[in-house]
Nanobody
Framework: QVQLVESGGGLVQAGGSLRLSCAAS????????MGWYRQTPGKQRELVAT???????NYADSVKGRFTISRDNTKNTMYLQMNSLKPEDTAVYYC?????????????WGQGTQVTVSS
């Protein structure tokens, strides 16, 4: 069974940093694009950043220059380095992966990790 597991969330003061990780586990899968999304209560899930299999990246305007997305294909793991955090970055962060398994191609989501930035 293929799954995505996030880690690295927590509580940090404004201006601080956190690093999120998302590891894919299971067997017989291939990962295409990956991304981080975030959601706050009452709002739709929004895109934070994406990274392709060849490590091309894309960022939401709100995080450009502060967040860095990366991936290690040898470890099937994606990262989000978050610097200069702001209270408005507080959200549950979800990782997403476009994956191919024996079941076919579909999107997979992690369980989410809470990031709280205090002012």
């Amino acid at each position: 069974q293929v799954q995505l597991v996030e880690s690295g969330g927590g509580l940090v003061q404004a201006g601080g940093s956190l690093r999120l990780s998302c590891a894919a586990s299971g067997s017989d899968f291939r990962i295409n694009n990956m991304g981080w999304y975030r959601q706050t209560p009452g709002k739709q899930r929004e895109l934070v950043a994406t990274v392709t299999g060849s490590s091309s990246t894309n960022y939401a305007d709100s995080v450009k220059g502060r967040f860095t997305i990366s991936r290690d294909n040898t470890k099937n793991t994606m990262y989000l380095q978050m610097n200069s955090l702001k209270p408005e970055d507080t959200a549950v962060y979800y990782c997403n992966a476009d994956m191919v398994t024996y079941l076919g191609r579909r999107d997979y989501w992690g369980q989410g990790t809470q990031v709280t930035v205090s002012s």
